[in-house]
């Protein structure tokens, strides 16, 4: 392929990349069109519905964002996070975190805690800012930080008969069983240990 061709489509496609960027305003720029303690707000093309609320105190253990995929127009950041012993620095110096395709993944040589303990004390949460403070904090996460969010978990219905339903268990474990969480209190905090 010449280099011209190469360099065209090149520019062609981080063309496409900015418009999807600018054009399509986040989620945390976008406010709701009803207050949501009716239960459900509207955002975008999509309706929201208040399944419960959701506090939690976390380490992240990984961060990834996502631009493409359906889910990005509402959430375009999903954190792998830990709390209990999935905080504890030593426990995860053995486990490795992989996250790809709206998935959590680890795994470790040898386990330092039971395989229950893991499964049960960390997530991959989906996360879909409600104001541009909460995005603006999400944006600078990292690996390592210590957070506390507080929001509520939800359900969402597209205008095109998209559906994605948030988790209400923390037992579960597979596919479905991720939290998707309308953030509306985000903060880093400082690192206890």
């Not at 375009?76 to 996250?99: C, F, K, N, Y």
Request: with cysteine.
């Amino acid at each position: 392929m010449p280099i011209r061709r190469l360099i065209l489509i090149t520019a062609g496609l981080l063309a496409l990349w900015l418009l999807w960027v600018v054009l399509l305003p986040s989620p945390g720029n976008r406010p709701p069109s009803t207050p949501h303690e009716s239960g459900s707000w509207r955002v975008a093309e999509h309706t929201l519905s208040r399944l419960q609320d959701f506090q939690l105190e976390a380490r992240v253990l990984g961060r990834e964002d996502y631009y493409f995929d359906r889910g990005a127009k509402l959430s375009p950041t999903d954190l792998a996070l830990g709390w209990g012993p999935m905080a504890d620095p030593e426990v995860l110096r053995h486990i490795s975190i992989s996250q790809r395709n709206r998935w959590y993944f680890w795994r470790a040589e040898q386990l330092p805690i039971e395989r229950r303990q893991i499964e049960i004390n960390s997530a991959n949460m989906h996360l879909i800012p409600a104001t541009p403070a909460v995005a603006s904090t999400l944006s600078k996460l990292k690996a390592g930080q210590q957070i506390r969010l507080t929001g509520q978990l939800v359900r969402v219905d597209g205008d095109d008969g998209y559906r994605w339903v948030s988790s209400l268990s923390r037992e579960d474990t597979g596919d479905g069983a991720c939290e998707l969480i309308w953030v509306e209190q985000l903060q880093l905090l400082p690192d206890p240990l």
